[in-house]
């Protein structure tokens, strides 16, 4: 019998893609950078701050790591509070679902807890989840497995 069920939350219950996208690319314009599609494409599933030292050493960025992430969070939050953003088809029904079977739900995402949380109120999902835990306070990022293995 299922017991407890983890949730990544990029992509599988939203789908925030779209919006970083856009703030990322805002942020590599204000500091001067061209990232092409490859490099971007390697970012996928990381924290912000470690996609920021990324960007500082591979562009030699004048700027701090989390000077680049406040400029990108800036950009997210604006993008989050006007752009549309909707569940992904199907997860609402199937977060009730495991709920109402008494399925322990917990959300391990590489995400700040600030933007796990601005998506929690925003589509009332706290009331299903009984932990949340961000890849952001941790040691290694994705693909590394220290965020599961907490969960």
């Known amino acids: 019998m299922l017991k407890a069920v983890l949730f990544d939350m990029d992509g599988v219950i939203v789908d925030t893609e779209p919006l970083h996208r856009k703030a990322y690319h805002h942020m ?67 977060i009730q679902d495991y709920c109402s079977n008494n399925v322990t739900l917990v959300v391990a995402s590489s995400a700040s807890m600030q933007g796990i949380n601005q998506i929690f109120e925003r589509f009332d999902l706290n009331q299903y989840f009984s932990s949340k835990l961000s890849g952001a306070d941790l040691q290694k990022s994705k693909p590394h497995p220290e965020i599961f293995l907490k969960a």
């Open 28 to 94: 590599f314009d204000d500091v001067k950078i061209t990232v092409d599609e490859d490099l971007y494409a390697s970012f996928t599933g990381q924290s912000t701050i470690n996609i920021c030292k990324r960007l500082v050493s591979y562009f030699n960025i004048d700027k701090a790591p989390e000077d680049l992430v406040s400029l990108k969070r800036k950009y997210y939050k604006h993008f989050f509070d006007n752009d549309d953003l909707g569940l992904i088809e199907g997860v609402l029904d199937r």
